[in-house]
């Protein structure tokens, strides 16, 4: 069965500072997808990056980026020179390999992200 | 791109009573997926959608829930009778598929209240 844990429930940083969320992962697929969704105060889920298990390369994008490592099964975000704006809760989600593609999503609990002005 | 169109986005309904969410999804989409989210028990999916063919419902808590899909544009989640135990927010997501895994785009959700 798979499996998503995010263990950091609630993070509050300082403005600007940077932070990084931590997912950890289990599945027994060798195909498998990784998410990060980003749930605003406003309460929509909305899509950050996906990652297929066999592309480790890591991702930047602006002031986010995300560390794959197969070894330690984990898929960190982090956000550099953190904003207001990023307050939020963060969640990881995998996904399994099937004929159809897209499956469930299982996610993690969360990280609710509080940036201080 | 309109997105995924959730409606109602709130409802309070008293106990017993029928509710009936509704979801559009992405134009194009071919798999649609049924999620609900409570403090107890995170982010779950009830059941999804491929092609308008219901592919995995293990995820729907009980015979008071039924989904449907009647073609590729529409799609509702009907609890009846309702229980407070059913207050949550239930998001509708509709993603591509194709030969490899795609994102799914959630819509905005709809806060269902049971008193």
């Known amino acids: 069965a798979q499996k998503v844990t995010q263990a950091q429930t609630e993070i509050s940083v300082v403005e600007k500072e940077d932070v990084t969320l931590d997912c950890v992962y289990e599945?027994?697929?060798?195909?498998?997808?990784l998410f990060w969704y980003k749930q605003p105060p406003s309460g929509e889920l909305v899509f950050l990056i996906r990652r297929n298990s066999f592309d480790e390369q890591n991702e930047i994008s602006g002031r986010y980026s995300w560390n794959f490592q197969k070894s330690t099964s984990s898929f960190n975000f982090t956000i550099t020179a953190s904003q207001v704006v990023d307050s939020a809760v963060y969640f990881c989600?995998?996904?399994?390999?099937?004929?159809?593609?897209?499956?469930?999503?299982?996610f993690g609990t969360g990280t609710r992200l509080t940036i201080i002005p | 791109d309109a997105g995924v169109i959730q409606s109602p986005r709130h409802e309070v309904t008293e106990m017993g009573q029928e509710v009936t969410l509704r979801c559009k999804p992405i134009s194009g989409h071919n798999s649609l997926f049924w999620y609900r989210q409570t403090m107890m028990r995170g982010l779950e999916l009830l059941i999804y959608f491929n092609n308008n063919v219901p592919i995995d419902d293990s995820g729907m808590p009980e015979d008071r829930f039924s989904a449907k899909m009647p073609n590729a544009s529409f799609s509702t989640l009907k609890i009846q009778p309702s229980e407070p135990r059913d207050s949550a927010v239930y998001f509708c997501a509709s993603s591509l598929v194709r030969t490899m895994n795609t994102e799914a785009f959630f819509g905005q959700g709809t806060r269902l209240t049971v008193v």
């Open positions: 989600a995998l996904s399994e390999g099937s004929d159809f593609g897209n499956e469930k999503l299982t």
């Open positions: 599945t027994r697929d060798t195909t498998y997808y």
